[in-house]
């Protein structure tokens, strides 16, 4: 247990005495370090190949509440299941928004903005910054334990891999960085993206059979080339993302009224 405490603070010394960039490429080693030991870690954790486990009866595919379905949609534990995990997701959203707008949001807010003033009139920064590290982390895990009901599996690949990583930065910087709405919107925005843009450029290839040239760079198969493009230009037109170019024109708007 000693040796573990001294893991942590020597973690927490040096993520909370950087700044900006630095602090997110230490969170990135730490987060890649514990990738390894976890898949080193067979006798827990499974090793490379995860755990996986049962759900309750309710919440499995085979349990169907009704035989007709409902707008075209099966009644059954699959889709209870997804309900309950958005449920869950809009309560942690709430409180999220919640602690932003409390008190101790206020400090951190004062303290991103201008943390030797924050210092010098009394607020104890580290103690600020630690303590929100340990709430970043506890609802961090609890998206982890989501993801984990959803898929009834959980491994260093699906929990702690760089492309997950790479995933959440993406859907932050598109969304707007400071604040949760952002984030919620470039969530919406970036699985649209997956989901639909091999369905676009399929259609777009078809359509323009007659340049084969144009055809082949529309192809499907390189959905992630243009998934690329797109994010080099939503951060070149929105660099501080859509919701901070939103509220930065509703400021314009607002002192453009006489």
């Known amino acids: 247990m000693p040796d573990k405490v001294s893991l942590i603070q020597l973690i927490g010394l040096f993520s909370l005495r950087v700044r900006a960039i630095f602090f997110a490429m230490i969170t990135l080693a730490v987060a890649a370090a514990f990738q390894t030991f976890a898949s080193q870690l067979s006798e827990w954790t499974g090793g490379e190949d995860g755990l996986s486990f049962k759900l309750p009866s309710l919440l499995l595919p085979s349990t169907e509440f009704s035989d007709t379905p409902l707008w075209g949609v099966n009644l059954d534990g699959r889709l209870l299941c997804y309900y309950l995990l958005f449920v869950a997701a809009a309560i942690q959203f709430m409180m999220l928004l919640r602690i932003v707008n ?27 910054r630690t303590l929100s590290s340990v709430l970043s982390a506890l609802f961090a895990c609890s998206a982890g334990v989501m993801l984990a009901v ?12 760089f492309e997950i990583m790479m995933d959440v930065l993406l859907i932050v910087v598109i969304g707007g960085m ?28 078809e359509a323009s059979q007659a340049w084969p040239v144009l055809a082949a760079l529309l192809s499907p198969d390189r959905w992630l080339l243009w998934l690329g493009l797109l994010f080099v230009l939503s ?16 400021v314009r708007a607002d002192k453009a009224v006489p």
């Open 150 to 161: 959803w898929l009834r599996y959980n491994g260093p690949d699906t929990s702690l891999s």
């Open 178 to 205: 400071g604040t949760l709405y952002g984030a919620a919107i470039g969530a919406v925005l970036f699985l649209w993206a997956q989901s639909y843009l091999q369905d676009l450029l399929r259609w777009a290839s």
């Open 102 to 128: 409390s008190p101790f949001g206020r400090v951190l807010q004062a303290i991103r903005e201008n943390e030797f003033r924050a210092e010098a009139i009394g607020y104890r920064v580290v103690i600020y």
């Open 235 to 250: 951060v070149y037109y929105f660099p501080t993302g859509i919701v901070g170019r939103l509220r930065a024109h509703a």
